[in-house]
C-alpha cells in the first residue's frame, strides 16, 4: 500500500543552479520509490534544516580547494556560493543527527565538511583508473567488504556510472572507503555510526531501474525514518536490510 504523502521522510535535496530542474526530478523519483520525498534545495532558495528529516547533496560543479586549504591546481567550474551552503547543511545535518547521502560532488562535499580533502585531479593521481565521461553504467567499481555499502547494495563488483575528475583524498572524521575503481581511486565513503552518512562517487538516480541502485535511497529513506522517532539509524537500516531478504 502505497504510503500518505505527510508520512513519508522529507529529504532536502541540493542542487547546482543550471542543471537541477533536470537532476532533481530523477532524485526525487528514487526517493518516491524508497517511501520518501523530496524538496529541492540550492543557493537562493529557503534551507532549514530542521523542517526536513534527511539530506541529499547531489552533483555538479567542482569543490573549490579553498575549502579544505589547498590551491587551485587544475581548471575547473566552481561555485562557491554552494560550496559554502552545503559544507552549512552537511555540518548541521551531522550535528542534528540527520542522515546524509552525497552523490558525486554530494560525496566529496560530504569528505571536505568532515575535514577531509580532494585530488583535483583524481585520473592525473590514479593512472591506472579507468576513465569514464558517461551517465551509462560502464565503469567498474568494488565494494569494500564488511561495509555498510556492502549490506546496502550487495558485495558483488558492480557496474556504474562517472562524471567526475575530483575524488576523494585524506578522509574526513568518521569515514571509511566503502568502494573504490582498479586503480584504487575512491567510489564510496560512509560514516560508521549514526547519523548514517554516505557517498557515492557516481550516480544512482540515472540508475534507478537496476535494484542495488535503488537500495541506496531506501537506505536513506529508512534512516530519516528512523531519525524522525529518535531511533537509531543504522540499526534501522540493518533492520530493513533483513526485511528485504526474508
Known amino acids: 500500500m502505497w504510503q500518505r504523502r505527510q508520512d513519508r521522510p522529507l529529504i532536502a535535496v541540493t542542487t547546482s543552479a543550471r542543471s537541477g530542474w533536470r537532476v532533481f526530478p530523477l532524485v526525487a523519483f528514487s526517493l518516491w520509490l524508497a517511501g520518501g520525498r523530496g524538496v529541492r534545495w540550492g543557493t537562493g532558495r529557503s534551507a532549514d534544516i530542521d523542517g526536513v528529516d534527511g539530506l541529499i547533496i547531489g552533483g555538479g560543479d567542482d569543490i573549490s580547494p579553498d575549502l579544505y586549504g589547498m590551491q587551485l591546481v587544475t581548471s575547473a567550474r566552481l561555485d562557491p556560493e554552494r560550496d559554502a551552503l552545503e559544507r552549512r547543511l552537511v555540518e548541521a545535518a551531522i550535528a542534528r543527527g540527520k542522515p546524509v547521502l552525497g552523490i558525486c560532488r554530494g560525496a566529496q562535499m560530504l569528505n571536505v565538511a568532515l575535514g577531509g580533502t580532494l585530488d583535483q585531479d583524481a585520473y592525473g593521481t590514479y593512472t591506472a583508473s579507468q ?37 576523494v583524498a585524506r578522509l574526513g572524521d568518521d569515514l571509511v572507503v566503502a568502494a573504490h575503481d582498479r586503480g584504487g581511486m575512491v567510489q564510496a565513503v560512509e560514516r560508521r555510526r549514526d547519523p548514517f552518512a554516505l557517498g557515492v562517487q557516481w550516480h544512482p538516480e540515472h540508475l534507478f531501474y537496476a535494484r542495488r541502485q535503488r537500495a541506496i535511497f531506501a537506505a536513506l ?24 531478504t526474508l
Not at 224 to 241: C, E, F, I, K, P
Open 131 to 167: 576513465r569514464v565521461w558517461t551517465i551509462l553504467p560502464r565503469k567498474a567499481v568494488t565494494v569494500c567488504p564488511g561495509t555498510r555499502l556492502a549490506e546496502i547494495a550487495g558485495p558483488d563488483a558492480m557496474r556504474v556510472n562517472a562524471l567526475h575528475s575530483q575524488a
Open 221 to 244: 529513506v529508512a534512516a530519516a525514518a528512523a531519525g524522525r522517532r529518535s531511533h537509531g539509524q543504522l540499526s534501522a537500516v540493518d533492520t530493513m536490510l533483513e526485511k528485504t
